[in-house]
């Protein structure tokens, strides 16, 4: 059997319920805001370990970072579930085939999410009240080693999706056996590997430039900490960024030419992009807190049209094996997405409140008591009933038509 129709033949044979573009971008804009924390988590324990023995401002902000590191991993755990369903959707025969070749190190990967979770707790909850002559960093290694294993296990597996012409001898032992065990490891890139890991530092040199900025207004907190902090991100932020860009040279090298993809719209507009980027950042120098929303906002700009250029190479690799989104079979089911769509809109308006809430009570000193506009909290209480309301609605409905109830 060709491959091309070996692929076409693993897809869901009752199709997708809406048309796969919309599915696409979701996934690259999901993917653009699970990687950004992603980044955030790795390089925040890397500054942690770094700063941890470096004087008073040093362990201060590791600490702080400490508590970063368990807040964003949990945030990119919960937003990296919405690109893996996206993927399982339109790509659906190169997602099930990786997972199942490689099924051992997937379950993996989860072993490795998880204690690298509780690791980044030991090492925040170990330090929270010690002094920088007794700050203690072995959680944070063990955090930090095990963040490192989930990247290259998950890098495995998307390599691994992007190969089908492989897969035949990664599964065919060289005694002609089929291999069941589910322990393959293959595809890894290391210039791909690299360009995803390094911009970490970058993102967290970003973060440190809106801590500054957003902590500035509080009187409890040392200004020349405040200067210690943002100087550090700014240099992390231009440094790794050229860097990073290095690394991404690397990995154009490891592409098959005949994708041309220096030649991809998205990966020239994000080329363009990160050179207005680390120009932006050498002007942050002279201000960095000044520069700091502006930064944030330009990093995830050249983030997204970083993944939409990664998305248009899926593309081009799943095109080489005959594959498609846009031949999948599509029954349009209009109850059900406009049920999402609207999900996601009210998801939205209510974090709004709580979004409010820990914003304004973070910049107020301690002790300071914050009070919103009850009328906000009033409306996300409202819209989640109403919410519920109509999904539960919903539910005994189509349970009643089909017969499921009685």
């Known amino acids: 059997m060709e491959l091309s129709t070996f692929l076409n033949n693993m897809r869901d044979p009752s199709g997708i319920p809406f048309y796969p573009v919309v599915f696409q971008f979701l996934m690259v804009l999901t993917y653009a805001l699970h990687i950004t924390m992603i980044n955030l988590v790795i390089g925040s324990t890397v500054v942690a370990l770094a700063q941890a023995r470096r004087g ?14 368990t807040v964003s991993l949990s945030i990119a755990i919960v937003l ?6 996206f993927v399982q959707v339109i790509y659906d025969p190169f997602w099930y085939t990786a997972n199942t070749m490689s099924a051992f190190w997937a379950m993996m990967f989860l072993v490795a999410v998880t204690a690298a979770f509780y690791a980044g707790y030991g090492f925040y909850l170990g330090n929270r009240k010690t002094d920088p ?36 001898t990664w599964l065919i032992s060289p005694l002609g056996q089929y291999e069941t065990g589910g322990g393959a490891f293959h595809g890894i890139a ?26 500035r207004q509080r009187p409890d907190y040392d200004p020349e900490y405040l200067d210690y902090v943002v100087k550090l991100g700014v240099k992390l932020a231009f440094g790794f960024s050229v860097v990073a860009a290095a690394a991404g040279f690397w990995w154009i090298g490891e592409i098959p030419s005949e994708f041309n993809f220096v030649r991809n719209p998205f990966l020239l507009a994000g080329a363009i992009g990160g050179i207005a980027f680390v120009a932006y950042l050498g002007q942050a120098h002279l201000n960095p807190e000044k520069y700091a929303v502006h930064t944030a906002i330009a990093m995830f700009a050249v983030i997204f049209v970083m993944c939409c250029a990664r998305e248009g190479l899926r593309m081009d690799y799943a095109g080489a094996a005959g594959y498609s989104i846009f031949d999948y079979k599509v029954n349009t089911d209009w109850p059900s997405t406009l049920l999402f769509f609207a999900s996601f809109l009210m998801g939205l308006c209510v974090l709004c409140f709580p979004a409010m809430a820990a914003f304004r009570a973070g910049r107020a000193p301690r002790g300071e008591v914050v009070t919103l506009d009850p009328a906000h909290g009033k409306r996300a209480v409202t819209m989640l009933i109403v919410w519920f309301a109509v999904v539960a609605g919903l539910g005994v409905i189509v349970s009643l038509k089909n017969g499921t109830l009685f």
């Not at 401002?57 to 702080?64: D, Q, V």
């Open 56 to 69: 008073e401002y040093g362990a201060r902000l590791a600490k702080a970072l400490g508590r970063v590191v």
């Open 80 to 85: 990296g579930v919405a690109p893996l369903l």
């Open 133 to 168: 002559d007794t700050f203690k960093t072995g959680w944070g290694w063990v955090s930090l080693a095990f963040l490192l294993c989930a990247a290259l296990i998950i890098h495995m597996l998307s390599m691994e999706q992007l190969l089908p012409h492989h897969w035949k």
């Open 190 to 215: 290391l210039g791909r590997l690299l360009h995803f890991l390094l911009p970490s530092m970058a993102v967290t040199g970003v973060y440190l430039m809106l801590y500054g900025w957003y902590f």
